[in-house]
């Protein structure tokens, strides 16, 4: 069985999880709303198709955008009138589309150019009304970052031991290792599924890979000694 291709789900009855044949029990009273962890060729048929077709529209969208310059000019008229009525507004606009006509001119001749068949001051006065006027100009704080969260020692212990038996064979490989490991090592991968939890894992499919990723990387260790 090959664990890429192997569902690993939540079962919502005992709030566990899946690897391969075996339970890993995640003990979080709080939680029944665990992602579910799909077949990677799946879903990897599955969204090739609408990610060419995404693909293709980002890039149409980036093609059309205003220049940063006339964006620039843009975004100061829209705080500027920000708090205007809306007819207080259109005439602002008209009167800004006036003051400003060699640079509105040259950026319809530019996006004409390039294709784009929609009307382009209609475009450029909605994004001026209901984008850049509503727009805020204060910097958001960086997301804070999850503190790392290491592998326990009993799992790396029992990783390494695995692997050392595993590579007296020519024909070990880390996936095929892994699966093994994982079945073999129920009540150690409950534990630090239910400790990985605790630590602010939310996804199903994040734990699966940084267990695995831990395995990867303790074989590598283990090799190059």
Not at 79 to 99: C, G, M, T, Y
Not at 116 to 135: P, V
Not at 192 to 204: R, Y
Request: aromatic share 12%; hydrophobic share 30%.
């Amino acid at each position: 069985m090959n664990y890429d291709n192997q569902s690993l789900s939540r079962n919502d009855n005992n709030n566990s999880i899946f690897i391969d044949d075996s339970i890993i029990n995640n003990s979080r009273a709080n939680d029944n709303t665990m992602d579910t962890f799909s077949d990677t060729n799946r879903i990897e048929k599955m969204y090739s198709t609408d990610d060419k077709a995404r693909n293709d529209v980002n890039i149409n969208i980036y093609r059309y955008k205003f220049t940063d310059d006339f964006t620039s000019q843009l975004f100061i008229f829209s705080k500027v009138h920000q708090f205007d009525h809306r007819n207080d507004f259109k005439e602002a606009w008209a009167q800004w589309l006036e003051d400003n006509e060699n640079i509105v001119s040259s950026e319809v001749l530019r996006l004409t150019k390039l294709g784009y068949e929609g009307d382009i001051l209609d475009k450029m006065f909605k994004s001026a009304r209901y984008y850049f006027r509503k727009k805020s100009t204060e910097k958001k704080a960086p997301a804070k970052r999850r503190d790392y969260s290491s592998v326990q020692r009993e799992t790396l212990s029992a990783m390494d031991e695995h692997i050392k038996s595993g590579v007296i064979n020519d024909n070990f490989k880390p996936s095929d290792g892994f699966e093994e490991f994982c079945r073999k090592n129920i009540d150690i991968l409950k534990e630090e599924v239910h400790l990985l939890c605790q630590n602010g894992f939310t996804n199903s499919e994040e734990i699966k890979q940084k267990i695995k990723k831990t395995y990867k990387n303790r074989y590598f260790l283990v090799i190059s000694k």
